[in-house]
């Protein structure tokens, strides 16, 4: 939905759910937590077919950050983030700090890194403010956002996202490890 903008399609390419553990500790400890998440995929995904890996958490983090994500990583092995999901009740606000995260991943940086104002009263997508006010939410990416992604087109940095994404195991077919 974001990402339409940018012309570039999002694709569901692999899920899991964590239901009854949690496969990595996850504390409120943003960059530790990241760590983990990166050595697991590292060791975990190794045979799954991604661009990038996220995962989605309910977990505090000690600051105020929603999330981190290793910026300009997209198509290499440590193409990743963590993402605080405030409520499922409220999916914007998730889809909001995922495409965030995922935003650094492509080597797009905050707004306010480069100097930008936000033209939309709703904020912006790469603001460091991603989730605004409450109960309004980011919605459009800056221009300078547009102009850090023509960047990262330009260097190569994403270039596997021109091949169409390989289906894994398939929503309906996931992976049993005991806790999903």
Request: hydrophobic share 35%; aromatic share 8%.
């Amino acid at each position: 939905m974001y990402y339409e903008e940018l012309n570039v399609d999002v694709a569901l390419s692999y899920v899991e759910f964590w239901n009854t553990r949690n496969r990595i500790p996850v504390t409120e400890r943003l960059r530790e937590t990241l760590e983990n998440f990166m050595k697991f995929q590292d060791i975990h995904l190794r045979d799954a077919e991604y661009h990038t890996a996220h995962l989605l958490t309910r977990r505090r983090f000690e600051s105020t950050s929603v999330g981190m994500a290793v910026p300009d990583s997209v198509c290499t092995s440590r193409a990743g983030g963590i993402n605080w999901n405030p409520s499922y009740l409220q999916i914007q606000q998730g889809a909001t700090i995922l495409s965030h995260m995922i935003g650094h991943n492509l080597g797009i940086k905050h707004d306010e890194d480069g100097g930008c104002d936000c033209k939309d009263e709703f904020g912006c997508i790469m603001s460091t403010e991603v989730l605004g006010t409450p109960d309004l939410h980011s919605r459009m990416f800056s221009r300078c956002s547009y102009k850090d992604w023509d960047i990262s087109l330009n260097m190569g940095i994403a270039n596997c996202l021109t091949l169409d994404p390989q289906v894994s195991h398939g929503l309906g077919h996931l992976p049993q490890h005991g806790h999903s």
